[in-house]
């Protein structure tokens, strides 16, 4: 099965889609360094013990979600730039074609599932 080229900017778009939406989200609780990578940010709320607290635990929760939402990112430049060299879709473990149904599903998928 090699894919076809409406089928290629079917999965493209989609994964355009959820880079964007995944680069916003980040955007509200991280900042982007030169490298690219994301630097989760520590809110001010005050200066009591109690809102220091709350700081902390936001601050850990989201260096959780970013983490997440940087590999999700990671997928999604992998499966881009693999588009552009014309190797999408291929399993990176057994080198068989990813069935279509998981690509249009998970757009980003690097491998077959068992």
């Known amino acids: 099965?090699?894919?076809n080229p409406a089928i290629l900017?079917?999965?493209?778009?989609k994964l355009l889609f959820e880079k964007k939406r995944i680069e916003e989200a980040l955007s509200k609780?991280?900042?982007?360094?030169a490298d690219g990578d994301y630097q989760t940010r520590m809110e001010?709320?005050?200066?009591?013990?109690d809102e220091n607290a709350?700081?902390?635990e936001a601050y850990v929760d989201n260096i959780a979600v970013e983490?997440?939402?940087e590999q999700e990112l990671r997928d999604i430049l992998s499966a881009l730039k693999k588009m552009e060299e014309g190797n999408y879709g291929i399993c990176e473990e057994s080198g068989?074609?990813?069935?279509l149904e998981r690509l249009r599903a998970?757009?980003?998928?690097?491998?077959i599932v068992k």
Do not use: C, H, W
């Open 96 to 99: 068989q074609e990813i069935p």
């Open 1 to 3: 099965m090699s894919l």
């Open 29 to 33: 609780f991280a900042v982007k360094n």
């Open 54 to 56: 709350t700081e902390v």
């Open 106 to 111: 998970y757009p980003a998928a690097r491998t």
């Open 44 to 49: 001010e709320i005050g200066t009591d013990m």
């Open 67 to 69: 983490a997440n939402l």
């Open 9 to 13: 900017s079917e999965l493209k778009e």
